[in-house]
């Protein structure tokens, strides 16, 4: 069984703080994938990350960055310097295959409030 | 514009009634995807299609109906609503997955808030 697990489900931080968003997964599979996804309050799902199970190389995008550690099955989401646009739902997934099918199970997702 | 688009956006009615969500997209993508949002709950996975006719159940299928005739459209039918399946639909597409480790982001419509009386 496959489990994402986001243990934060409200966080609140001035602007320009950091902020780190948890996600812990549970999977006995060898390859499988991770996701985030951010949902502001328009309502749209946009895509901001994939990581499959062999590359466990940090990534930094701009104020975003990633921390991928296998070895404590989690996913870990910062963002430097927060601003007012980043308050959104964001939603950890996680996708292995199932069958014949890859199957995506997403987290219930951590509430970003950024206070100006 | 190339994307994927649902309609309605927002839709009220009764219990007992037919519903029928659309979704649409461009980017003739194998894969379609239909999911529920609920809080407390994240997006729960209603129906999905591998390609045209060919559709599987999801974690949440019961009361669903869906159907995919064409690459690009994948309706989801409630056929007689309940007013446990208000919800905001979402309808996602990917790419076929390519070889080795390779695996596409799925991209989601803008939603379909329902409203069950």
Same mark, same amino acid.
Request: aromatic content about 10%; cysteine-free; glycine content about 0%.
């Given at each position: 069984a496959q489990k994402v697990t986001q243990a934060q489900t409200e966080i609140s931080v001035v602007e320009k703080e950091d902020v780190t968003l948890d996600c812990v997964y549970e999977t006995r599979d060898t390859t499988y994938y991770l996701f985030w996804y951010k949902q502001p309050p328009s309502g749209e799902l946009v895509f901001l990350i994939r990581r499959n199970s062999f590359d466990e190389q940090n990534e930094i995008s701009g104020r975003y960055s990633w921390n991928f550690q296998k070895s404590t099955s989690s996913f870990n989401f910062t963002i430097t310097? &927060?601003? +007012? +646009?980043? &308050?959104a739902v964001y939603f950890c997934a996680l996708s292995e295959r199932e069958g014949g099918y890859q199957k995506v199970t997403f987290g219930i997702g951590t509430k970003l409030q950024v206070i100006p | 514009d190339a994307g994927i688009t649902q309609s309605p956006r927002y839709k009220i009615t009764e219990t007992g009634r037919q519903v029928t969500l659309m979704c649409h997209q461009?980017? &003739?993508?194998s894969y379609m995807f239909w999911y529920r949002q609920d809080l407390g709950h994240g997006l729960r996975l209603i129906y999905y299609s591998a390609a045209a006719d060919i559709t599987d159940k999801g974690e949440v299928p019961d009361g669903y109906v869906v159907s995919r005739s064409k690459t690009e459209n994948f309706p989801l039918t409630l056929e007689s609503a309940t007013r446990s399946q208000t919800s905001v639909y979402f309808c996602a597409s990917r790419v076929l997955a390519g070889g080795g480790n390779s695996y596409n982001e799925q991209f989601f419509g803008p939603g379909t808030r329902l409203t069950v009386l």
């Open positions: 310097a &927060s601003q +007012v +646009v980043d &308050s | 461009t980017w &003739s993508h």
